[in-house]
């Protein structure tokens, strides 16, 4: 949703959703005078403000001339509460108001002037149309909204799919969206093979918002490398938020931007020469005000026993997928399966990234309801043995050394022991045996030192 602001994850690397007024306040300023030009983008950022925010914007609105700030405090009855100062926080981080001098000299407060008359196109009409004004006949085979949600969720799926699948040469997910899950780190590939990374596993336990958001975030970083005006985009998205479920509307002169976000489920176009396509539910609730409260969530389907059996009453693709990244699958029925969490299972999760507080998580977030009466969730016996078993990576650990031995006698070992631990960069020795090792880092030093010393005394 507009709000999403929350780091993910219990492994070093953090899946980290920025929400609006993060992603807009790193824009350079010139980017964000054209965002702020288009209505949807301005009413957008609106709808996200706080309500201290909005209240502040709304008074500002339609005067046309500076506001003096002494004044701006007789708004609020304490300027120093916590959220007055999240508020003017807010507006100023992304330059929707800015403090300038009035006719009569004082400090005055004003609105940005192309947020200004965009927010007012918005609220109270005029202006072009958002999508133009294209003359097209009304397309003669509309879609329901039944078919509209299945198409969302099928192509949605498809990505997700891919992500935990390991055939990269899969002709459900095209090869740009392919290089962008690669690009951001969410998935590895070798070959015609890849693994999802733990940056991956923690995009999949997100919502269907939030994972869509993030998407799109990573898609917006990379579109100018893709030939596509960032500004466009970003404003389309916005646009797409306020559309109505169900109707077609013209492509325009978004149509290669079109033909990714069909890709991926958040519109339908019949064919790519088709002049009208359908927002999705996707397009529209991501970014839609309360979308994460509002968002059905998924009944859970895990029973986890205390013998490590799993047992998962689904049918999905997907999730059954999911189940098998870290626990061997035993028996399969139509709408069942059985799998058992070994230690070699959960050790190729952790191969591949994924931490034992994620594979919790996962369980914990899909645990069928049955299993929601217990407290805790999931048993300390698999808790606790899903953390010993990722201690046990962590026992040893390894760094390259030189190993120096064979010294002729008692009176060199120490001179070159002495030298390598004054420099810092002894790992390992044993005096009795004459053995001294050290790091790659110390070996040029110690080496130098070591034939600099046996040239001084003739040896």
Not at 13 to 35: C, G, S
């Amino acid at each position: 949703s507009s709000g999403i602001n929350a780091e993910y994850g219990g492994g070093s690397e953090k899946v980290k959703l920025r929400n609006i007024h993060e992603y807009i306040q790193k824009l350079p300023q010139n980017t964000q005078d054209r965002l702020y030009t288009h209505p949807a983008t301005c009413l957008a950022l609106f709808r996200s403000l706080s309500e201290t925010a909005q209240q502040y914007v709304m008074r500002l609105l339609f005067l046309g001339n500076p506001f003096p700030l002494d004044s701006l405090t007789s708004w609020v009855v304490n300027v120093r509460d916590k959220s007055n100062l999240d508020a003017t926080k807010q507006l100023k981080s992304v330059r929707l108001w800015s403090v300038v001098k009035t006719e009569s000299g004082c400090d005055g407060v004003v609105l940005h002037p192309n947020f200004r008359k965009g927010l007012t196109t918005a609220l109270c009409g005029g202006g072009m149309s958002w999508y133009g004004n294209h003359q097209l006949e009304p397309d003669k085979k509309p879609k329901t909204v039944e078919f509209l949600d299945s198409y969302a969720k099928e192509r949605w799926e498809c990505l997700l799919q891919f992500m935990v699948q390991g055939n990269s040469e899969s002709d459900k997910v095209s090869p740009d969206i392919a290089n962008l899950l690669l690009q951001s780190g969410m998935i590895n590939r070798s070959g015609n093979e890849h693994a999802i990374t733990s940056s991956g596993f923690q995009f999949l336990l997100l919502s269907t918002p939030s994972q869509i958001w993030y998407f799109m975030l990573r898609y917006l970083d990379k579109c100018d490398t893709i030939g596509l005006n960032l500004t466009t985009c970003l404003a389309f998205i916005f646009q797409l938020s306020f559309s109505t479920l169900g109707k077609a509307y013209p492509i325009g002169s978004h149509g290669t931007f079109v033909q990714h976000l069909r890709q991926i489920g958040l519109v339908y176009q019949r064919k790519h020469t088709s002049p009208w396509f359908y927002p999705t539910r996707h397009a529209i609730d991501f970014l839609s005000a309360g979308s994460e409260k509002t968002a059905e969530k998924k009944e859970g389907f895990l029973v986890v026993e205390t013998n490590f059996r799993v047992y998962a009453y689904t049918s999905n693709e997907l999730d059954i997928a999911l189940v098998a990244l870290f626990a061997e699958t035993l028996h399969r029925f139509d709408n069942f399966i059985v799998g058992h969490i070994t230690r070699e299972s959960v050790q190729m999760a952790l191969q591949n990234g994924i931490s034992a507080k994620q594979i919790l998580d996962f369980l914990e977030s899909h645990a069928h309801p049955q299993m929601l009466k217990n407290k805790p969730i999931i048993a300390p016996t698999v808790t606790d043995q899903l953390y010993l078993w990722e201690m046990e990576r962590s026992r040893l650990s390894t760094e390259e050394g030189v190993l120096y031995s064979q010294f002729l006698s008692d009176a060199d070992f120490k001179v070159v022991h002495e030298y390598a631990q004054n420099i810092g960069c002894v790992q390992w020795s044993n005096v009795q045996k004459r053995l001294l090792v050290v790091n790659k880092k110390g070996h040029g030093d110690v080496k130098k030192y070591w034939k600099a010393y046996k040239k001084e005394h003739g040896e």
